[in-house]
């Protein structure tokens, strides 16, 4: 199956500070998800990013179907954006996303 | 904004017992699905759902878990004989199809002691 590793796996950032998080898959994938898990443990959806680049308020995301990655970037970081951020890729002829192993977030004020 | 539930939040459990999660996915979502993530863990795929049959399975869904949408709008999960390794956060989520963003619900987290 398809192996997600997402890079670096922990992160501590001043807030305001801006950061790049990597999301890098062993085999080409249809769709993909980037998700933030709060510390209550909820799955927040960000962005589906098949493929291109997406804006929301301080957070983009970036896909390039053909190499295999995707990025977050998050800007002005702030302490709520503090938590677990996963990616998640599916691969046409099944019904599943298979999740990254995470980076974990923290924003100190 | 549509959302899909979960219920309950925190269930606790001894050993060998039977429980169930609840899930209400979004009204209009025809595929379901069931993952759990253990504590501090990578969250992981058990099972899929469409047209009232499994679609995809993974192999730690083992014949102690079942799946079943008993009405229109409920989806729910049975674990039969609980074990100490099925402690983990249970998540519901749907789509619209396969390969469509899914929404998860917030989780149910389940301790068996």
């Known amino acids: 199956g398809i192996q997600v590793e997402q890079s670096p796996p922990d992160l501590i950032l001043q807030e305001g500070a801006n950061s790049t998080l990597r999301c890098n898959f062993s085999d080409s994938v249809n769709n993909l998800q980037w998700f933030h898990q709060n510390p209550w443990g909820q799955l927040i959806n960000l962005f589906y990013?098949?493929?291109g680049t997406k804006q929301n308020g301080r957070l983009s995301a970036t896909t390039v179907a053909t190499e295999r990655y995707s990025l977050l970037y998050i800007s002005s970081s702030q302490t709520t954006d503090s938590g677990v951020y996963f990616c998640a890729g599916f691969k046409g002829g099944t019904y599943k996303y298979i999740f990254g192993t995470g980076t974990r977030l923290k924003v100190l004020a | 904004e549509p959302e899909v539930t979960q219920t309950p939040s925190h269930q606790v459990t001894q050993m060998g017992q039977e429980v169930i999660l609840r899930c209400v996915p979004i009204?209009?979502?025809?595929?379901f699905y069931w993952y759990r993530q253990i504590l501090g863990q990578k969250v992981e795929f058990l099972v899929s759902f469409y047209n009232n049959e499994i679609s995809e399975k993974s192999e730690i869904f083992d014949d102690q878990f079942s799946v079943e949408r008993p009405d229109g709008s409920n989806f729910t999960l049975k674990i039969r004989s609980t074990k100490l390794e099925d402690s983990a956060m249970y998540f519901c989520?749907?789509?619209?199809?396969?390969?469509?963003?899914?929404?998860f619900g917030p989780g149910t987290r389940l301790t068996v002691t």
């Open positions: 009204s209009n979502h025809l595929y």
């Open positions: 990013i098949p493929s």
């Open positions: 989520a749907s789509s619209r199809g396969p390969s469509y963003e899914q929404y």
